[in-house]
């Protein structure tokens, strides 16, 4: 059974950081990319960041995906964060070569107070 089960989510300042983890069980994880997407109240779900591809262009110079594959995690590091980085941040996972995600985490809350 694939589990992704993300934390680290919390309020936060403007111009304040967050780290937020996803822990992987259930696959391979060194065979797996993995991305990060966000959603917003009342917006459609957006990419955010993948270990695979450049980020977003709104989270460009601001935040960093990194992995660890010795303990299945893979991490977001956001930096300079802004009110409107306010959602909810899941993390999802693919195989190599694979088109679409096929698991995903249920997500972690992050509000950027002004």
């Known amino acids: 059974q694939v589990q992704l089960v993300e934390s680290g989510g919390r309020l936060v300042q403007a111009g304040g950081s967050l780290r937020l983890s996803c822990t992987v069980s259930?696959?391979?994880?060194?065979?797996?990319?993995m991305g990060w997407f966000r959603q917003a109240p009342g917006k459609e779900r957006e990419f955010v960041a993948a270990t695979n591809t450049y980020p977003a262009d709104s989270v460009k110079g601001r935040f960093t995906i990194s992995r660890d594959n010795a303990k299945n995690i893979v991490y977001l590091e956001m930096n300079t964060l802004k009110p409107e980085d306010t959602a909810v941040y899941y993390c999802?996972?693919?195989?190599?070569?694979?088109?679409?995600?096929?698991?995903w985490g249920q997500g972690a809350q992050v509000t950027v107070s002004s």
């Open positions: 999802a996972a693919k195989g190599l070569g694979r088109r679409e995600y096929e698991n």
């Open positions: 259930g696959r391979t994880f060194s065979n797996l990319v």
